[in-house]
């Protein structure tokens, strides 16, 4: 019997493991500290899913009822909770905020469970975050929640209101500029030449942030004009930043040396070691808006 037994298991074909395979349309969370930081570093990739029919949600893991120099609270939160609901529609992707203080975030388990709920109930193939390695503790932090939640996410017994993922979705970070212990690197870079106008207009949403808030902390709040089309042309100025040479070799390996030469803007990310590690060509389907391959 035994046997028996090992010879209908060696007959048995190899089984790959539980590797997510894309779903159509593809289901993207991006999860930032504030309601703004999936804008910055995604709103270019996001707004080309959307295009493409694809099914994409911002997650803010504070409230950001921190982020002002005369405003705070309750108030500022609803406003911020508005202006991001309004990024969100201009581009055609969802925004949720959870309601933890900004500029207090800390890896609980609490906040754990709130993320592994959220990468749950979207069902993600795909879950961008920051790396934990920022300088702002709430980014930091939310870079250690979501790698804390990057494998509890398919393990039943935990938050067990929600029920666990069968499949452990493909884990990327946003790109940064920290160089301890080890600079951002490129894996994948997309042009969002194309897109910039929308992103622009998607930041341009966050008033209490690009126009109040930001400049005042940068020292420039008298150089933001007051009326709405100056100060969206401003925001495009301020916002234009060239991609690093790490970012451009990223973007000359995906487009091509011609085309990847020209890009002006883009938006990169890194394979995070946690979650479902994507092939070549798991990415391709991840990323629909890459060019082909040669
Ligand atoms: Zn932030």
């Known amino acids: 019997m035994r046997a028996l037994v090992i010879v209908l ?35 270019g990739v996001a707004a080309k899913w959307a295009a493409l029919g694809h099914k994409v949600r911002f997650v803010a893991v504070t ?16 406003r911020r909770r508005a202006e991001a609901q309004e990024a969100a529609r201009r581009i055609g992707v969802e925004y949720v905020v959870l309601d933890n203080h900004d500029g ?10 709130q993320i592994i709920r959220q990468i749950r109930q979207w069902n993600a193939d795909l879950v961008l975050a920051p790396r934990p390695n920022d300088y702002h503790p709430d ?16 393990v039943p017994n935990v938050a067990t209101d929600t029920p666990a993922l069968r499949k452990n979705p493909v ?3 946003f790109q940064d500029g920290f160089q301890r212990p080890n600079p951002f690197t490129p894996d994948v870079a997309v042009s969002i030449d194309d897109v910039i106008d929308k992103k622009i ?61 020209d890009i002006r803007n883009a938006e990169a990310f890194e394979i995070c070691e946690y979650g479902t590690r994507p092939d070549e060509a798991m990415l391709r389907k991840l990323f629909p808006f890459l060019p082909k391959a040669e």
């Open 9 to 43: 298991l060696t007959l048995i074909p190899f089984v790959a493991p539980p590797v997510a395979d894309a779903q159509t349309p593809l289901r993207i969370m991006a999860i930032g500290a504030h309601p703004d930081d999936c804008d910055i570093r995604a709103a």
């Open 139 to 154: 980014h930091r932090y939310t870079g250690v929640l979501v790698q804390d939640a990057a494998y509890m996410v398919v």
């Open 63 to 78: 409230n950001g009822d921190a982020g002002h120099q005369t405003e705070g609270g309750g108030a500022l939160a609803a």
């Open 201 to 261: 207009d998607m930041l341009d949403a966050h008033v209490s942030q690009f126009y109040e808030w930001l400049p005042w902390v940068a020292g420039n709040l008298d150089t933001v004009p007051k009326g709405a089309a100056e100060r969206k042309q401003w925001l495009r100025k301020e916002r234009a930043t060239e991609p690093t040479p790490a970012v451009r070799a990223a973007l000359v390996k995906w487009y091509g040396p011609a085309k990847g030469k």
């Open 171 to 173: 884990f990327m970070y």
């Open 104 to 113: 207090e975030l800390l890896p609980t388990v609490d906040v754990r469970m």
